[in-house]
């Protein structure tokens, strides 16, 4: 079921996540079911849980190819339960994002370059994989919402923040 996507000034999406308490469950699958489904019709490249308002540390994340994001390599579609996120390095990058919760704005944030993740997959598997690039950017991305925190928060140059439309006019008149 394709479920309404908290914006940002909503409360819900400031508050921290709790632990998912069973995996695997019916309750967890039915969450997954509903994620990927309003991701899918959102054309996001990830979702938190507390985004469509369920305060649980859940993500998925994952595009082969996305037009909001044309120039993104390929990242593997992922469901993470209960993520902890190392960085490797002490390495950071700037780069654009955007969000499902803060519409039609992008931003320059900078993020760790490289890290670690582990999880459970729905299953109960331990999930564990060292990334870099806009694979560790998504993810870190889709675990803040898992803390309360939205991208612009990480921001320190607001004036590399606006509307996609005005930043970047030629992916507007190409339909991305």
Same mark, same amino acid.
């Given at each position: 079921m394709i479920r309404e996507i908290l914006r940002m000034g909503d409360p819900r999406l400031l508050a921290p996540s709790a632990p998912v308490a069973k995996v695997p469950s019916a309750e967890l699958d039915a969450l997954l079911a509903d994620m990927r489904d309003t991701m899918r019709a959102a054309d996001g490249a990830g979702l938190?849980?507390?985004? /469509?308002g369920v305060? !649980?540390?859940v993500v998925i994340f994952g /595009? %082969? #190819?996305n037009p909001r994001y044309p120039e993104a390599p390929p990242v593997p579609y992922t469901e993470l339960v209960n993520p902890d !996120?190392?960085?490797l390095g002490g390495e950071t990058e700037e780069g654009w994002e955007g969000c499902l919760s803060v519409p039609g704005l992008r931003g320059v944030v900078r993020r760790c370059s490289? !890290?670690?993740y582990e999880g459970l997959d729905p299953s109960g598997q331990t999930i564990r994989r060292e990334v870099d690039g806009f694979h560790a950017r998504v993810v870190q @991305?889709?675990?803040d @919402? !898992? %803390?309360g925190i939205l991208y612009p928060m990480r921001m320190t140059d607001f004036s590399r923040f606006g509307f996609t439309d005005?930043? #970047?006019p030629e992916a507007a008149t190409a339909g991305a």
């Open positions: 938190a849980a507390p985004q /469509i305060p !649980l540390r /595009i %082969d #190819f !996120l190392t960085p490289r !890290l670690r @991305h889709e675990c @919402h !898992l %803390d005005v930043l #970047f």
